[in-house]
C-alpha cells in the first residue's frame, strides 16, 4: 500500500481511507479530504485544487441496458398483456370497492360504524365526495334544570337593635324575648348613663343563654355610646348598630331600631311571614316635608349635643343665633322609628355618595335630629324615593297638643292597638300590666301575670313540642303564624299594596 506525499502547508490534514485497490492518494495545498470510493480498479485518484470529491457508483448500469430500455427484453405482445393485466386488476379492485361501499351505506341505520367511517377517510377525495355519510341529526337536549332553592330561601331575616339606658336593662331583656327568633339578628345597648353593672349583667345574661349562646345571632355593643334622646348621638347610635350589623353578616334584608320601652303587637312567625311578600326594596320611614311649627322651632335654632364630647350624659343646649332653611335640598320630618333596607343602610353607612356624609354634618345641630336625617337623605336620593312606604310600624298615640314624649299605653288602648294591625306599639311603662295582657292574649300565651321575664314566644321553629328552650333553631324558615299576619296583611294592603304607596312618597 503506497504512502501519500504530503507537502508542509497540508501537514494537518490527515488523508482517510483508500480504495480497495493498492494506489495512494496526493494532496496538493488547497485539495480538500477526498472520501473513499468503492472502485475495483488498482489505479488511484489525483485531486488538484479545483477537483471535487468524486462520489463511487457501481460503473453505470444504465450503459448495459439496451438503447431501447427494459422492454426491448420482452417479446412484444408480452409488454402489451402486461398493461392490459394491470388495467384488468385495477378495474377489478375499483369494482370491489364499489360494492363494499353500498354494502356499508345500505347496511347502517342512522350513523356509521367506526370500520366504514374508516373506510370512507381512505377513499380518493373524488370518489368520497360521490359517497355521503348519512346526516345525524342531533336531537335537541332539553334545558338543564335549575337546583332547588334552599330551604325558607323566601323567608326575610330582620335585623333589630334595641337599645336602652339607665334602670332599663330587665325590660329591655324582657323586649328581646318577646322579639326573638333564630333566623333574626339583633343587636342590644344599654347607654354609657346606664351602669357599668347593668351592662355587664346584660352582656353575662346574652352569654348564658343556652339559646342565645347556640344561636350566636345576639351581639352586645359592650363599648355604650352616649345617646341624647334629642341629639345627634341617637343617629350616630342608630347608624353604629347598622354597621356593626352589616359587619356581621349581609345576609338579612330590614333593618328595624326599637327602645326598651316598646314592645311588638304580634309573633316573629306572623312579620316574616307577612314580610316574605313584599318586595325586598321597601322602606318603612314616616316622613313629610310640611314642617309646619317645627320649621321655626326645630330647621332654625342651632343646638350642640353635650353626648358628642362629654362622659356626663346632659341634655342638648341653644346656641346663639338661627340659620336660614337650606336651598341645596329639601327638609323632612317624621318618626324616628324606622325599617331600612339592607340596600338603603349600606348607603348611609358607607357614603359612596356624599349626600349621607352631608346630611350627618348638618343635622349635628339639629333639634331632634333622629326625626329627620333618615327622612332627609331618603327623599333627597332620587334612587330611593320610590322604595318609600310613610309609615313606621307602629302604633304610637299622641298627647293634644304633642308633647316631646309620647302617651304611655296602658289596659285602656289595648283596642286601639289591636286595631291599628302595627307590628309593634310605644311608649309603655315599666312591667305595666298591660304588657301581660299583649303576651296572653297577642303572643300565643306567652308568660302571663308577671312571669313573662325570660320566655320566648312559640312558633316554628320550636318544634312540634313547643319547647323553644330545647330546640336547637336549625328550621328556623318553618312558620306558624296566627291571628297578628292577618292584621299585618291588612295594613300592608293598606301602606305598600295601593295607591297611597305612590302617592305618599316624599310630598
Known sequence: MGAGNHSPSSAKTSPRGSGVGGGGEQYSPSTKSPRAGAGGGGGGEHYSASSKSPRAGLGGVSSLLPSGGVSSLLPSGAVATLLESRWTLSGAITVFLFLAVTLT????SSSLSPVSATFFSFLPAGRADLVQPPQVQQQPQAPATPPPPPPGAGVPRLAYLISGSKGDLDRLWRTLHALYHPRNLYVVHLDREAPVGERLELAARVANSTVFRRVGNVEVIRRANMVTYRGPTMVANTLHACAVLLRRSRDWDWFINLSASDYPLMSQDDVLHVFSTLPRNVNFVEHTSRLGWKEGQRGQPLIV???????????????????????????????????????????????????????????????????????????????????????????????????????????????????????????????????????????????????????????????????????????????????????????????????????????
Open 105 to 108: 351505506v345500505t347496511t347502517s
Open 305 to 507: 349635643d353635650p353626648g358628642l364630647y362629654a362622659s356626663k350624659k346632659q341634655d342638648i343646649f341653644y346656641a346663639s343665633g338661627r340659620r336660614e332653611l337650606p336651598t341645596a335640598f329639601r327638609l323632612y320630618t317624621g318618626s324616628a322609628w324606622v325599617a331600612l333596607t339592607r340596600d338603603f343602610a349600606e348607603y348611609v353607612v358607607w357614603g359612596w355618595d356624599n349626600l349621607p356624609r352631608t346630611m350627618l354634618m348638618y343635622y349635628a345641630n339639629f333639634v331632634s335630629s333622629p326625626e329627620g336625617y333618615f327622612q332627609t337623605v331618603l327623599c333627597n336620593a332620587p334612587r330611593f324615593v320610590p322604595t318609600v312606604a310613610n309609615h313606621d310600624l307602629h302604633h304610637i298615640q299622641w298627647d293634644v297638643p304633642p308633647r316631646q314624649h309620647p302617651h304611655a299605653l296602658t289596659l285602656g288602648d289595648m283596642d286601639r292597638m289591636v286595631r291599628s294591625d302595627a307590628p309593634f306599639a310605644r311608649k309603655f311603662a315599666r312591667d305595666d300590666p298591660v304588657l301581660d295582657a299583649i303576651d296572653a292574649q297577642l303572643l300565643g300565651g306567652r308568660g302571663g301575670n308577671g312571669t313573662a321575664a325570660g320566655m320566648f314566644v312559640r312558633g316554628g321553629w320550636c318544634g312540634e313540642s313547643g319547647d323553644c328552650e330545647g330546640a336547637a333553631g336549625a328550621e328556623d324558615w318553618v312558620l306558624r303564624p296566627g291571628p297578628g299576619a292577618e292584621r299585618l296583611r291588612r295594613l300592608m294592603d293598606r301602606i305598600v299594596r295601593s295607591e297611597a304607596f305612590a302617592n305618599r312618597q316624599c310630598k
